[in-house]
């Protein structure tokens, strides 16, 4: 005798779930790169079954907070108005905004995703807006027009990792980290007449 289906869970819990799991799974594994799945699960407040429903295996969960991370970059740079104030204004807001992400997902920053060419790809894409405010700032007159655009974000993106994956080790606060960032940037991009000021 066959026998009875599970209830469908609503498709409504399902997406709820989901998030709830992403969530989770990048502050706990930010804050322990080493947690294991049943600890995102705890962190969640759900079952390991549920957690193995959405992702089934650790490599799989990862993807997932990859795609997340990347898709929240895009959305704060949108936030950040790369069109309003000089670039060096805009070049601070957007190291502000996404080095407070990079913290949230950590995770990602720390497993090497600096092999991982697909990764590097659409990071590149992400930060294709900031490649246009630096150009725009060279146009100006308030950032060097002997380095590369693109250098000079690829630049800008390791510094931020490099804070993001040593934050453990620092005792600085957030702010005062962008600060650092911004200043070591700024230090070799700006032209002489550029202050770089809030």
């Not at 992702?55 to 108005?81: D, V, Y």
Request: proline share 5%; aromatic share 4%.
């Amino acid at each position: 005798m066959p026998s009875p289906k599970q209830p469908a869970v609503p498709r409504i819990d399902v997406e709820r779930h989901h998030r709830a799991l992403l969530a989770a799974a990048a502050d706990e594994l930010a804050r322990n790169p080493d947690s294991s799945m049943a600890d995102v699960a705890q962190a969640a407040n759900l079952t390991r079954a549920t957690l193995y429903r959405h992702f089934s295996n650790r490599q799989t969960l990862l993807k997932a907070i990859q795609a997340e991370a990347l898709t929240r970059a895009s959305e704060t740079l949108i936030a950040c108005r790369l069109d309003e104030g000089s670039a060096l204004e805009v070049l601070r807001r957007v190291i502000g905004e996404l080095g407070k992400h990079g913290m949230r997902f950590r995770i990602i920053l720390i497993r090497a995703s600096d092999h991982n060419a697909r990764f590097l790809t659409q990071r590149d894409q992400v930060l294709a807006p900031v490649v246009e405010v630096v150009k725009r700032g060279q146009r100006e007159g308030d950032i060097r027009a002997d380095l590369s655009p693109e250098w000079i974000v690829t630049a800008l993106s390791s510094l931020l990792i490099s804070a993001v994956r040593a934050a453990p080790a620092t005792k600085h606060s957030d702010a005062e980290v962008s600060d650092l960032i911004f200043r070591t940037l700024v230090g070799g991009i700006a032209t002489g007449a550029s202050t770089g000021g809030p």
